[in-house]
């Protein structure tokens, strides 16, 4: 079965980035062909893989510049792409706000690419904006995210309220993927108090994978590489293996095939500095030695 999957959550500094990035990475380590696809002006998706200005990107192709398979880069992981964003993105909010069928944009350029790949990842900003409501109109599913502290369920009833509404005005197929808990510190009673009370409230809705707060986690992106290539080994890398198993499970594993090839002329690869362990190149290597 075929997912796309908005990563959202308004709230800023609550760990979408770092999940959209693990969690792209973890089910193309599985061998799902999988698209990440950056939609933050602030870039930190892209970044997180090592590149940098990317000369066309996301915003390219909702304004209708570009097509999306001019900018569909390759990673260091044979089976996951990604859309690169960049700073004009920060226009189209303004720009879009007079188009036709603006909260649609992202839905239509993915048409002829969403049945290329079993997994669709994309990495909302921290705003409801046209934005986050292109991203939740274009996908299957939500993801929140939710940062283990005493704010925690603040704004929340916001995310959800647009959820909805979105739901019955746009896109009738929205599903709740689930609540992941991250940045979760299992000694601290705080944040065993908020997983709790979040499951309690939310119960079968929040995964029951958690991402605990990892200093790997926060050190990979510098390194322009996911958790698996930086440290396979961390709990981080775990923790993202083991919620990108609970979700193929629940949404049902697709058979593994070849990953899309990119049909594009020029294909600009970002230069990743190569893997410091090369066997981690081959996923099915890192599904192995992960296990
Ligand atoms: P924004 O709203 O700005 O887009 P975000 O919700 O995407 O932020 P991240 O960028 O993923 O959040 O994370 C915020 C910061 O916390 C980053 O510096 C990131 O490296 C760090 N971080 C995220 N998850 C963890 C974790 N589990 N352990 C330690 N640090 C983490
Ligand atoms: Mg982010």
Redesign the pocket.
């Known amino acids: 079965m075929k997912r796309v999957m908005a990563i959202a959550?308004q709230?800023?500094?609550?760990?979408?980035?770092?999940?959209a990035v693990n969690l792209a990475a973890s089910f193309a380590a599985s061998e799902r062909p999988t698209l990440l696809i950056d939609l933050?002006p602030?870039a930190?998706a892209t970044s997180a893989f090592g590149i940098h200005g990317a000369s066309r990107h996301i915003y390219d192709a909702l304004i209708g510049r570009c097509v999306m398979k001019e900018i569909i880069l390759p990673t260091e992981l044979r089976f996951l792409h990604i859309v690169p964003s960049g700073r004009d993105l920060y226009g189209a909010e303004i720009e879009l706000v007079s188009a036709l069928s603006r909260e649609r944009r992202l839905e239509r350029v993915l048409v002829d690419f969403r049945e290329r790949y079993d997994l669709v990842v994309i990495?909302c900003?921290?705003s409801l904006g046209l934005l986050t409501v292109n991203a939740l109109t274009a996908a299957d599913s939500v993801l929140i995210?939710l940062q283990c502290e005493y704010y925690a369920l603040e704004g929340l009833a916001g995310l959800l309220e647009t959820v909805s509404a979105v739901r019955q005005q746009l896109n009738p197929q929205l599903a709740l993927e689930g609540i992941a808990l991250?940045?979760v510190d299992q000694r601290n009673n705080l944040s065993r108090q908020v997983e709790q009370e979040v499951r309690s409230h939310f119960g079968e809705r929040v995964f029951r994978s958690v991402?605990?707060?990892?200093?790997r986690?926060?050190e990979a992106?510098s390194h322009g590489k996911p958790i698996l290539l930086y440290d396979v080994h961390s709990r981080?890398a775990t923790s993202y293996l083991n919620l990108a198993e609970e979700i193929l499970g629940r949404i049902g594993a697709s058979a593994r095939r070849e990953p899309p090839a990119l049909d594009r002329a020029s294909a600009p690869a970002p230069s990743p500095t190569p893997a410091p362990d090369s066997t981690l190149r081959s996923p099915g290597a890192i599904a192995r030695r992960t296990k």
């Open positions: 959550n709230k800023g500094g609550v760990g979408k980035t770092t999940t933050d602030q930190n990495d900003p921290p995210p991250t940045m991402i605990p707060r990892n200093v986690l926060s992106p981080g």
